[in-house]
């Protein structure tokens, strides 16, 4: 059974709990996270609640529970939701305050829910995912998980209603990341992703993906390409909480190595799996 949290109590994930006056909704005043739960686990999460911490902290909220109580709520919710393969989604916003810019003096509000996680179709993972380049018109502080999508949204809507999966986002004559997810390529046995800038999220995936290609002995560079050098991959992926490492099958129409799924792509996502 799906799940919410606002505030301090459990409530049907569909009853009106939110005032008007809610910064999160009125502002996007807030930050947030996604957590995969594995047979009622959740994975990484230290490194999930570590992230949110930094992106709380970024925006000067301080969160109103220590890492360890969140922890121990979003067990325990999970736990209450009896999903075995969930995804938690949890933010914390400044606060419910008569609408102002100026930060209010009030405590913030933290909201949460568990639900059935998402699903990518399995052939997508067999025959990769199409995708085309978008603009990065999004502001200069993408490290931080900010409630605020506008730019995301638009260009997801955009790319689908294309026939694509995933946007990715060019700034400056490089590949920063897609709307939801970071960017990985394979050319001739290296891995290659985008460094940690403020251009794009440190992606809790992209660690994991990074830290188990070293442990393969695979080659691995954090350093800034072009659309022209994912054009030429041998192979090419993207990663993300939700999708895992979900293979790019073309990117604006043209295919990346033959189309299909690499040996390195597949290498690392069953090492993922695994890991799960
Ligand atoms: C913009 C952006 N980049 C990258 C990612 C991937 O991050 P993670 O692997 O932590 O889910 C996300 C996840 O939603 C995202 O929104």
Not at 51 to 79: C, M, Q, T
Not at 180 to 206: A, C, E, M, Q, W
Not at 247 to 276: E, N, W, Y
Request: hydrophobic share 40%; proline share 5%; net charge negative.
């Amino acid at each position: 059974m799906s799940i919410g949290f606002f505030n301090g109590e459990f409530i049907d994930i569909d009853k009106a709990v939110i005032p008007i006056d809610e910064r999160g909704h009125q502002f996007g005043d807030g930050v947030y996270e996604v957590v995969k739960v594995y047979n009622a686990k959740p994975f990484l999460i230290d490194a999930h609640l570590e992230r949110f911490e930094k992106s709380a902290s970024n925006i000067s909220i301080k969160l109103p529970y220590s890492l360890d109580e969140l922890k121990k709520l979003i067990l325990e919710v999970i736990e209450r939701s009896g999903i075995k393969d969930a995804e938690v989604y949890f933010q914390v916003t400044r606060g419910i305050a008569p609408r102002n810019h100026l930060f209010p003096n009030v405590e913030p509000s933290f909201t949460l829910t568990v639900k059935p996680a998402r699903k990518v179709p399995e052939q997508s993972y067999e025959h990769g995912v199409q995708t085309v380049i978008a603009e990065d018109d999004r502001w200069a502080k993408c490290h931080i998980k900010s409630l605020n999508l506008l730019p995301n949204i638009l260009a997801k809507q955009n790319a689908v209603e294309a026939g694509s999966f995933e946007a990715i986002f060019e700034k400056d004559g490089f590949i920063a990341e897609g709307t939801s997810s970071n960017v990985f390529v394979v050319k001739d046995k290296v891995l290659y992703t985008t460094p940690l800038t403020s251009n794009i999220l440190p992606g809790i995936t992209r660690a994991a993906v990074l830290q188990i290609a070293r442990e393969k002995g695979i080659e691995v560079k954090e350093e800034k390409f072009t659309k022209d050098f994912l054009l030429n991959a041998d192979e090419a992926f993207i990663t993300s909480t939700s999708v895992e490492l979900l293979p790019i099958r073309s990117v604006d129409g043209h295919l990346i190595g033959d189309g299909a799924p690499g040996a390195i792509t597949k290498a690392l996502h069953q090492s993922f799996k695994a890991m799960c």
